[in-house]
């Protein structure tokens, strides 16, 4: 018997191959499993036949997978179509003022570069302001007294600590307030002209000179319609 189960199993899974080139792959597992299915029942063993309940398991399985599979291409359509949305919507920020949560400013020609900060805390009096470049070297810090709001803006006038004006590049700016042992958070900002959108990393990023921005970290949009 067990011979001749696998003569019929080699010719039931030669026909399947047969049809593959012919079929989409979803409805071709779809048939490939009941084609099995039945020729499990056809040739099963008649003075010792399965038990229902298996096939029943069997049934109950592959629903199970085929709900999940039809789930995942459900998730995959509804994705594809957020990122479409957020692609129309990042285009609209072009030419208008942004502000958002970070610390990354571009040091470019003769600007100097501004962030806002707001500390929690404005009876600390002051913070600390240090500017490390793109190799987490620390160039610049200062002690800037805080506004009676707490909220305030650095102006770094792109010198180093010995008066030199550094290279042009991408610089990231802490803030520290209270001490060690009780330190005091503080929330910084970046702003600046939404000049293009880049997609290259497989969401739309908003290009505020050479600062990249997600759409998740506008905080504040100003400007024209």
Same mark, same amino acid.
């Given at each position: 018997?067990?011979?001749?189960?696998?003569?019929?199993?080699?010719?039931?899974?030669?026909?399947?191959?047969?049809?593959?080139?012919?079929?989409?792959?979803?409805?071709?597992?779809?048939?490939?499993?009941?084609?099995?299915?039945?020729?499990? @029942?056809?040739?099963?063993?008649?003075?010792?036949?399965?038990?229902?309940?298996?096939?029943?398991?069997?049934?109950?399985?592959?629903?199970?997978?085929?709900?999940?599979?039809?789930?995942?291409?459900?998730?995959?359509?509804?994705?594809?179509?957020? @990122?479409?949305?957020?692609?129309?919507?990042?285009?609209?920020?072009?030419?208008?003022?942004?502000?958002?949560?970070?610390?990354?400013?571009?040091?470019?020609?003769?600007?100097?570069?501004?962030?806002?900060?707001?500390?929690?805390?404005?009876?600390?009096?002051?913070?600390?302001?240090?500017?490390?470049?793109?190799?987490?070297?620390?160039?610049?810090?200062?002690?800037?007294?805080?506004?009676?709001?707490?909220?305030?803006?650095?102006?770094?006038?792109?010198?180093?600590?010995?008066?030199?004006?550094?290279?042009?590049?991408?610089?990231?700016?802490?803030?520290?307030?209270?001490?060690?042992?009780?330190?005091?958070?503080?929330?910084?900002?970046?702003?600046?002209?939404?000049?293009?959108?880049?997609?290259?990393?497989?969401?739309?990023?908003?290009?505020?000179?050479?600062?990249?921005?997600?759409?998740?970290?506008?905080?504040?949009?100003?400007?024209?319609?």
């Amino acid at each position: 018997m067990a011979s001749v189960d696998a003569i019929n199993a080699m010719s039931i899974g030669g026909q399947l191959q047969a049809s593959n080139a012919q079929q989409p792959k979803s409805s071709l597992e779809k048939e490939q499993f009941l084609k099995l299915l039945v020729a499990q @029942i056809s040739h099963q063993d008649p003075m010792n036949p399965q038990d229902s309940d298996q096939y029943m398991q069997q049934l109950t399985q592959f629903s199970t997978v085929e709900q999940l599979m039809n789930l995942n291409q459900g998730m995959d359509n509804l994705s594809v179509g957020q @990122i479409s949305a957020n692609s129309q919507s990042a285009l609209r920020f072009v030419g208008k003022d942004v502000m958002a949560a970070g610390d990354e400013v571009n040091l470019n020609g003769v600007n100097q570069p501004n962030v806002d900060y707001t500390v929690s805390d404005p009876s600390v009096g002051e913070v600390e302001v240090s500017v490390y470049d793109e190799a987490g070297e620390e160039i610049y810090t200062q002690r800037v007294p805080v506004p009676a709001g707490g909220h305030g803006t650095f102006t770094w006038n792109g010198q180093n600590m010995n008066g030199q004006r550094a290279p042009d590049g991408n610089y990231h700016v802490s803030f520290k307030a209270g001490t060690d042992s009780n330190p005091v958070p503080v929330d910084t900002y970046v702003h600046g002209k939404v000049t293009g959108v880049r997609f290259d990393q497989g969401y739309p990023e908003l290009m505020v000179g050479e600062k990249r921005l997600r759409l998740s970290d506008i905080i504040e949009v100003t400007g024209e319609e």
